[in-house]
């Protein structure tokens, strides 16, 4: 089964690609230029550009994985009737009267954004209890963190 991911998570993933691409690069040079400073049983430059080769390719290798097994999904296609993936969530805390704003990702694409929305991953404790739930409906969230209550105050 596929996971899914939104255009811009699809975007962000094959950038970052890109990006360890021209690192490979970079590294490479600095793996060249290290060996060619002698012993390397001894040389701390080159294991450490070494080590950072591994990590470029074992990143790269990741995403490239991740891509075969991940669909793009059009979230303005998505039925607003009730919680699902791609969805812009408003929250109330019950138990501290704070609303949160919450959209609902895939988990390759849970990151930092300017958005006024917290990504959270759909497979998230509070994700789980969102799917499919409709506006003004009350969840308890059972996380790490402690027991949570919610309730839906707006689907996006």
Same mark, same amino acid.
């Given at each position: ?19 360890? +691409? &021209?690192?490979? %690069? &970079? ?13 390397? %049983? ?15 390719e ?16 059009? +979230? ?35 990151? &930092?954004?300017?958005?006024?929305? &917290? ?6 404790? +509070?994700?789980?209890?969102? +799917? ?13 963190i ?11």
């Amino acid at each position: 089964m596929a996971d899914y991911i939104t255009k811009e998570g699809m975007t962000r993933l094959k950038k970052r690609m890109q990006r360890l +691409i &021209e690192m490979r %690069s &970079e590294v490479i040079k600095h793996v060249v230029k290290a060996r060619e400073m002698g012993d390397l %049983s001894e040389n701390a430059e080159y294991k450490a550009a070494r080590e950072e080769q591994r990590n470029i390719e074992n990143e790269y290798n990741h995403l490239k994985n991740r891509l075969t097994k991940l669909q793009v999904l059009d +979230i303005s296609q998505i039925p607003k009737d009730a919680v699902r993936f791609g969805a812009k969530v408003t929250l109330l805390n019950l138990d501290t009267n704070e609303v949160t704003k919450i959209q609902l990702v895939g988990i390759d694409e849970v990151f &930092e954004t300017e958005s006024k929305y &917290e990504r959270r991953s759909v497979a998230s404790p +509070i994700g789980k209890q969102m +799917i499919g739930r409709k506006k003004d409906t009350k969840i308890t969230v059972e996380a790490p963190i402690g027991i949570k209550n919610y309730k839906i105050l707006d689907i996006e």
